[in-house]
């Protein structure tokens, strides 16, 4: 809509299918994992596609959440710490809390990152909707 103020971290102004540490707004979010999948994930700056693991959630009272979790090591080893299972298959149920911090992204740059916390936090149930909801469809994937 022409003359509607923008206002929000400027990543909002870019859907993603994925979870961001901006579409935590600075909170923590306790999820359950509902299973791992391998998924084609966009790179920044290039065309190609990267295959990676990522998580598919849930909110810890169940609703289904629009976007996914990509999983680095990092992140895999953090879920180890939180469910003690190694085994990737043998995480669906089990509750995580996730959220955004910086890390030492491409090239050595701090950039924003989401995370998993050693423990889960009960009280971090209610999900932004910038994860509850799906983003709409871009043209451009339309056009894939």
């Not at 003690?84 to 089990?94: C, F, Q, V």
């Not at 090239?107 to 936090?121: D, S, T, Y």
């Amino acid at each position: 809509m022409a003359g509607e103020l923008i206002t929000g971290h400027f990543e909002l102004l870019y859907p993603s299918d994925y979870v961001k540490a901006a579409d935590l707004g600075g909170r923590e979010l306790t999820v359950t994992i509902d299973r791992v999948e391998w998924d084609a994930i966009p790179q920044a700056g290039k065309r190609e596609k990267k295959r990676k693991p990522v998580l598919y959630l849930r909110t810890a009272k169940g609703a289904v959440l629009g976007k996914r979790l990509p999983i680095g090591k990092t992140i895999a080893r953090q879920i180890v710490d939180v469910t003690g299972e190694k085994e990737a298959g043998k995480w669906a149920g089990k509750l995580i809390t996730i959220f955004g911090t910086t890390c030492r992204g491409v090239e050595g740059k701090q950039v924003e990152c989401v995370r998993v916390k050693a423990r889960v936090n009960q009280a971090a149930t209610e999900a932004p909707s910038a994860v509850t909801d799906a983003p709409a469809p871009r043209e451009e994937q339309a056009s894939e």
